[in-house]
């Protein structure tokens, strides 16, 4: 199995780098072969150009780095997405990521009869979002509205026809005590370890 995991935080000694080593971890033992796109250490740029949107408008990708991880993303058995939640939402690299790299031709197409999307990664048998945040479970719920489960999951992924989708959100992840973060560490270690 191959997973690709599209990993966005510039801190080296964050949390959800210690997410990323768990999960990464997990895979290997579970006999996948993990393919980092590590946007941060990557350069990668979120910024849709006016080439870019002409590109996706046409279905070619102009941007070598898109392209590769178009095609990356098309040998992809699962696919997870590690990032913070910061004022609510994913950080802007990510966004950028969805804008210039899932777009038409790669991740999905248009209906021949006009109504919705068609997925074109074949191979993909889940897509999973790990998120860490400061706010508590309730507050994020309650006031704010789940904002990544409204995005990620069903505006993006569940509109472009793609099915077993995940969420894995660590809330109030400075407040907690360090074992009860070391224990989130341990259990994501064990899930993915399963992952076939």
Not at 68 to 75: N, P, T, V
């Amino acid at each position: 199995m191959r997973t690709v995991i599209v990993f966005n935080h510039p801190n080296e000694g964050s949390y959800c780098h210690a997410i990323l080593q768990s999960v990464t971890k997990g895979l290997q033992n579970a006999s996948h072969e993990v393919d980092l796109m590590h946007l941060d250490n990557d350069g990668f740029n979120p910024a849709m150009s006016k080439a870019d949107l002409k590109a996706f408008v046409d279905h070619q990708p102009i941007d070598p780095q898109v392209i590769d991880y178009s095609e990356r993303l098309k040998q992809a058995d699962h696919l997870i997405f590690i990032f913070p939640i910061w004022w609510d939402i994913m950080p802007a690299t990510t966004k950028g990521f969805v804008d210039r790299v899932l777009g038409p031709g790669v991740m999905y197409d248009h209906h021949p009869r006009g109504f919705g999307l068609v997925p074109l990664l074949k191979n993909l048998k889940s897509i999973t979002i790990i998120t860490t945040m400061n706010k508590p479970r309730i507050l994020y719920a309650l006031l704010i509205g789940n904002l990544i489960r409204k995005v990620m999951l069903r505006s993006i992924f569940k509109t472009m026809g793609y099915k077993n989708l995940h969420w894995i959100s660590f809330t109030s992840v400075k407040s907690v005590s360090r074992e009860k973060r070391i224990k989130w560490l341990s259990n994501l270690e064990k899930r993915f370890s399963k992952l076939n």
